[in-house]
């Protein structure tokens, strides 16, 4: 399956990489190789073809040697999953599991949907429930975090240009949360984002592919007093925002999605409060 991961991050020009081992040592040069990510303003992304092309950046004390670049290898598909699937068999708990099944779908989208397809009964509980509750909990010391879209209310009367951010123009299911009723865990705020996302991974072990798929947290605040003084909170430490203003927000995100990506996206809303969900559905 030919695949992309996006990545967006906050800098103005950002870069992934995948540090390895390289296979050789040329002569009296120090190597490290990576997997190259394509930079581009405000976003990486990251050719989660078939082949992965390992770069090799070489560097040497000699005064007369210059900085070089290098191509020396093509990893197929396959071999990266056989490298995840023992890498899987060294973790001892679900957890372990599910991070490592995270940073691949960071680093390799191609491999983390491959493995996952080949086996979506043992690899689901570990990408979403039950395991995606203990990630919900932990999210503020994640790392990597999955990748979503993250709006606020201050990006109210922006959202078409938050919305264009995200480097995919195939998208046709947009998952969002506000991140209230996170299954039997309650309010955990802009924490909540382990639902879209692994919601996201339950489509893509579908076979969707990952471009049709956004995963959104509209980070309204939280009445989570907890989360609020917690330092590591990834989202606003304030409380929750209600009535008109809440469901204004939440129509012109609708509203914005079936303008950026014509009215084929179907918004999956997940784990709103009861008494907004059936608001806004209607």
């Not at 950002?14 to 120090?30: G, I, K, Q, W």
């Not at 009367?157 to 309650?186: K, N």
């Not at 919601?199 to 980070?219: M, S």
């Not at 014509?262 to 997940?270: G, T």
Request: charged share 15%.
């Amino acid at each position: 399956m030919l695949a992309r991961l996006f990545h967006l991050c906050s800098g103005s020009i950002c870069c992934v990489y995948e540090f390895c081992r390289a296979s050789a040592v040329l002569d009296h040069f120090n190597t490290v190789s990576y997997t190259w990510s394509h930079c581009v303003k405000g976003r990486s992304i990251h050719n989660g073809a078939s082949q992965t092309t390992k770069v090799s950046f070489c560097f040497s004390n000699e005064p007369q040697a210059k900085s070089c670049l290098l191509l020396y290898m093509q990893v197929d598909l396959q071999v990266e999953v056989l490298r995840a699937k023992a890498a899987l068999a060294q973790c001892s708990t679900d957890f372990e599991k599910h991070r490592l099944l995270v940073t691949l779908r960071e680093i390799n989208q191609a491999a983390f949907f491959s493995l996952l397809q080949q086996d979506v009964e043992g690899l689901l509980p570990l990408v979403y429930t039950p395991t995606i509750g203990d990630a919900c909990l932990a999210w503020g010391s994640l790392t990597p975090r999955p990748t979503g879209l993250y709006i606020t209310e201050a990006n109210r009367g922006q959202m078409q240009q938050v919305l264009r951010q995200w480097p995919s123009d195939e998208v046709h299911i947009a998952v969002v949360t506000d991140g209230e009723r996170i299954l039997g865990l309650g309010d955990l705020g802009a924490h909540g984002m382990g639902i879209p996302t692994g919601k996201c991974n339950v489509y893509g072990a579908a076979g969707l592919p990952p471009a049709w798929l956004l995963p959104i947290t509209v980070d309204v605040g939280t009445n989570n007093t907890q989360l609020q003084q917690d330092p590591l909170y990834v989202g606003l430490p304030q409380q929750r925002l209600r009535g008109p203003a809440y469901f204004d927000l939440m129509m012109e995100l609708v509203e914005a999605l079936q303008s950026r990506f014509q009215r084929r996206v179907l918004v999956h809303w997940e784990d709103l409060a009861a008494k907004n969900a059936f608001p806004v559905l209607k």
